[in-house]
Nanobody
């Protein structure tokens, strides 16, 4: 079992910045690839970014590439999503995921114009 807790969400102005940590506990964090997803009101949950267990392979959704950076610190059992110059359309609940099965509870990000 892996428990994931996202934090760092809130209200941010367009053009600002925000970092979302995802803290993991339980089984070895470094065993898992990590990913971020988001779900906007009335929309399906969508992929945002992923990072391999050692950070060597990173992928981004086309809609966020260049504005979002995923990273991880295995020593701290934490993954991060850095949002730079967010847009109002980035408003959503952001979820982190470990491996195939483990999800956090989500953190709300609201970007004001």
């Amino acid at each position: 079992q892996v428990q994931l807790v996202e934090s760092g969400g809130g209200l941010v102005q367009a053009g600002g910045s925000l970092r979302l940590p995802c803290a993991a506990s339980g089984r070895a964090f470094s065993n898992y690839a990590m990913a971020w997803f988001r779900q906007a009101p009335g929309k399906e949950r969508e992929f945002v970014a992923s990072i391999s267990w050692n950070g060597g392979v990173i992928s981004y959704a086309n809609s966020v590439e260049g504005r979002i950076t995923i990273s991880r610190d295995n020593a701290k059992n934490t993954a991060y999503l850095q949002m730079t110059s967010p847009k109002p359309e980035d408003t959503a609940v952001y979820y982190c995921k470990a491996g195939r099965n483990y999800w956090g509870q989500g953190t709300q990000v609201t970007v004001s114009s």
